[in-house]
């Protein structure tokens, strides 16, 4: 089954490479009468092609990240993997029609099609996403933000096609942006992925409620993790343990305004039940935090010591 799923991701490849190797295949290049070449055409049939190029890298890039975690592939998700790629493969010829003559008819098109390509990866990423062990898989919030956000872009998706009926050169441009930006996200998400796979549960719960409870948290830490994700090999063991010794000084503070809560709670306790209580959870949030204390304490040391 191993084999055959390998098999099935080496055929995507494949494919996926012939798709950008054709559109590469279609670029015009144009001398005028003179002999001279053509650059205006040559520069807008580049920029068309890095619109193209960007579409099928970004959905190959998400391929390769959730391929990646699933053990096998279903009947059901081979099918739809199949109607992808057919779709897929139609990019090459739309992108020349585009090159040719970016009409209002010819950008609608491209948008229906694009739309239709990312209906069919959004069914199987959310199919693959099912089939990840449950010792793999993120906490149920990072998955149904996923979802929402595949839903958001296929609403998105939709509202720029229409307005592309109208307006064919907002829509090459949007067309050119939505790749780009969703190209970062996934930069950002598997960044995410390597710190939340390394932590524990209490970790992970404060984690998903900073990003609840914090206006902007999402903003913040998607910023935080975009420039952790960028930066160069030479700093990337400093940045990541800067990123974890901040996210801990987050978490001891959370944890302090939970031990003065239940110190409250405490001195509220009006039965003997709820007063032990209240001193179990008082006892394991200082405990909480002596670990994280000293974990905080080798950050530091290894952060002096480069």
């Known amino acids: 089954m191993e084999k055959m799923k390998e098999r099935i991701i080496a055929f995507g490849d494949a494919i996926i490479a012939i798709i950008i190797t054709i559109i590469v295949l279609e670029l015009p290049i144009k001398l005028s009468s003179s002999g001279e070449l053509d650059s205006y055409i040559l520069f807008r049939s580049i920029g068309i092609y ?5 579409f099928v890298g970004d959905l190959w890039y998400q391929g390769a990240q959730k391929f990646s975690k699933t053990g096998k592939i279903k009947n059901k998700d081979f099918v739809v993997y199949m109607f992808f790629l057919f779709a897929l493969s139609l990019i090459p010829t739309f992108t020349r029609l585009l090159i040719e003559d970016t009409n ?11 739309f239709f390509v990312t209906l069919l990866w959004s069914i ?10 449950e010792k ?34 907002f829509g090459l441009v949007t067309y050119l942006v939505l790749p780009i930006l969703g190209f970062l996200q996934n930069i950002v998400d598997r960044e995410e992925d390597t710190y939340v796979s390394q932590m524990n549960t209490e970790q992970k719960n404060y984690y998903v ?21 960028l930066n160069d090999g030479s700093q990337e063991s400093e940045k990541k343990q800067q990123w974890w010794l901040n996210f801990n000084q987050q978490w001891k503070k959370s944890l302090n305004d939970q031990i003065e809560e239940a110190e409250k709670n405490l001195r509220k306790a009006s039965s003997e039940p709820e007063r032990r209580q209240y001193e179990r959870e008082q006892q394991r949030l200082l405990m909480e935090k002596q670990k994280i204390e000293k974990i905080m304490e080798r950050t530091s040391e290894r952060l002096k010591r480069q």
């Open 50 to 54: 890095f619109i193209s190029f960007c």
């Open 209 to 229: 409620q900073d990003l609840r409870r914090e206006k902007g948290g999402n903003v913040r830490q998607y910023m935080n993790l975009l420039r952790s994700s």
């Open 124 to 133: 199987l990423l959310h199919s693959l996403g099912e089939q990840i062990e």
């Open 104 to 114: 209002q008819q010819v950008v609608f098109l491209y948008g229906v099609l694009s």
């Open 136 to 169: 793999d898989r993120l906490p149920k919030y990072f998955r149904q933000r996923e979802d929402k956000r595949q839903l958001m872009m296929l609403a998105f998706r939709l509202i720029i096609l229409i307005f592309a009926y109208f307006f064919p050169k």
